[in-house]
């Protein structure tokens, strides 16, 4: 059974860091997509990120391409997600997602993903 844990969220300044991990558990030793989405009240479920197992690719949002950086273990088990120069409109609730049996698209659709975590909440003050 496939579980998805993600931690490392937290209240940071406009400006700062924070590093999001997600640790997966119970996912085949075969190619995958993990994916990073984002959430506020009310509003749709964004993607932010994949990255592609085992070879790596990735695909960043426009708003957040060249701050945040995905990246994964070589077992493929473990993905970080490193948000540097925060905003404060990157507060959200960030869930990690994962897509079996196939590499990902090129972009982040939540139809896509099958398996979601319970996601980790993202505070950005100005």
């Known amino acids: 059974q496939v579980r998805l844990d993600e931690y490392g969220g937290g209240s940071v300044q406009d400006g700062g860091s924070l590093t999001l991990t997600c640790a997966a558990f119970g996912v085949p030793r075969s190619r995958h997509c993990m994916g990073w989405f984002r959430q506020t009240p009310g509003n749709e479920r964004e993607g932010v990120a994949t990255?592609?197992?085992?070879?790596?690719?990735?695909y960043y949002a426009d708003s957040v391409k060249g701050r945040f950086t995905a990246t994964q273990d070589n077992a493929g088990n473990t993905v970080w997600l490193k948000m540097n120069s925060l905003k404060p409109e990157d507060t959200a609730m960030y869930y990690c997602?994962?897509?079996?049996?196939?590499?990902?698209?090129?972009?982040?659709?939540?139809?896509?993903?099958?398996?979601w975590g319970q996601g980790t909440q993202v505070t950005v003050s100005s």
């Open positions: 990255i592609d197992w085992p070879g790596g690719g990735t």
């Open positions: 997602a994962a897509a079996l049996g196939r590499g990902c698209s090129g972009g982040a659709q939540t139809s896509d993903f099958t398996y």
